[in-house]
């Protein structure tokens, strides 16, 4: 995705012209639900940004009006969120794909040029997590319903990574046909525990297989 958001520098993005917080995403682009599959030796992580961390300028009534978990946070005093010395306020956080926080805090910030018609299943899989995370369904989930019927097509008949990823993603969404397809594909493929990879997957799902 190449972003139109104003930015400074690569690592800097300005999703609001009223931007009064700073959320600095430290060790970005950690490569997320690992498969390893039994006596190969495991393949490189894809390769990572450069970049320690990245920062995004936003608009801290926009975070609140889309999340309770952003509104705890610059409200309730957590250890997370600070104000700075120019009196913005300053949240921190760890670990998530760049591009991925980009595309959710674009769409909280109604940012519609620089959301992407079509993702792949991968980033689409990192969105839900941040989704998820961040209590967002509600902000989120017209964007997700778009992404998900572009990628439904390509759902796979066998279980593996794929499966899971779209499990997590069908369930984060609440799409219950996509959801439905992958579970089936798990309960009838799978040749072990589905597993989940590190993935916001309720136990109450994976306790059906």
């Not at 995705?1 to 300005?14: A, L, P, R």
């Not at 961390?53 to 250890?79: H, I, N």
């Not at 959301?115 to 839900?128: G, S």
């Not at 369930?171 to 397809?181: D, K, P, W």
Request: with cysteine.
């Amino acid at each position: 995705m190449t972003s139109t958001s104003e930015s400074s520098n690569n690592s800097d993005y300005v999703l609001s012209y009223f931007s009064d917080t700073i959320l600095t995403l430290k060790n970005p682009n950690v490569a997320p639900a690992v498969w390893d599959e039994p006596d190969k030796e495991r393949e490189p992580d894809s390769v990572r940004s450069s970049q320690s961390e990245v920062t995004f300028r936003v608009c801290s009534k926009s975070l609140m009006q889309a999340s309770t978990v952003f509104a705890a946070a610059l409200l309730g005093g957590w250890k997370e969120a600070s104000t700075a010395e120019d009196g913005c306020f300053a949240i921190s956080t760890e670990n998530w794909d760049s591009e991925a926080m980009l595309i959710v805090l674009s769409a909280i910030h109604s940012r519609t040029k620089d959301i992407p018609r079509k993702v792949t299943l991968e980033m689409l899989c990192k969105i839900a997590v941040l989704v998820d995370y961040y209590e967002l369904q509600d902000a989120l989930q017209f964007y997700g319903s778009l992404w998900i019927d572009y990628l439904r097509s390509s759902l796979p008949a066998t279980y593996g990574r794929d499966i899971v990823l779209w499990i997590c993603v069908s369930s984060i969404f609440r799409n219950a046909t996509s959801f439905c397809a992958a579970t089936k594909v798990a309960i009838e493929s799978s040749p072990e525990d589905v597993r989940t990879l590190d993935l916001p997957i309720s136990a109450s799902i994976i306790c059906k297989f």
